[in-house]
């Protein structure tokens, strides 16, 4: 994605027992990925690994 597509992302963050599931959404596309990790991750961590991943998918597309 270049800078002239700037697009937003919302990020929604669910916990399950020990773990916790950060999903990152692209507004324009509509376009979801999650990951999963431990409670005691940084949640900065998961929305970071979140955001490369949603941007990897993008890519692909």
């Known amino acids: ?15 399950y027992g020990a773990l916790l599931k950060v999903s990152a959404i692209c507004s324009q596309s509509g376009t979801e990925v999650f990951v999963s990790g431990p409670k005691s991750a940084s949640l900065a961590y998961l929305k970071n690994l979140a955001y ?10």
């Not at 270049?2 to 937003?8: D, K, N, V, W, Y």
């Not at 490369?52 to 597309?61: C, G, I, M, Q, S």
Request: a positive charge; charged letters at 30%.
């Open 1 to 15: 994605m270049s800078p002239s597509q700037t697009r937003e992302v919302f990020f929604e963050v669910r916990q």
């Open 52 to 61: 490369n991943k949603l941007l990897l998918e993008l890519k692909a597309r």
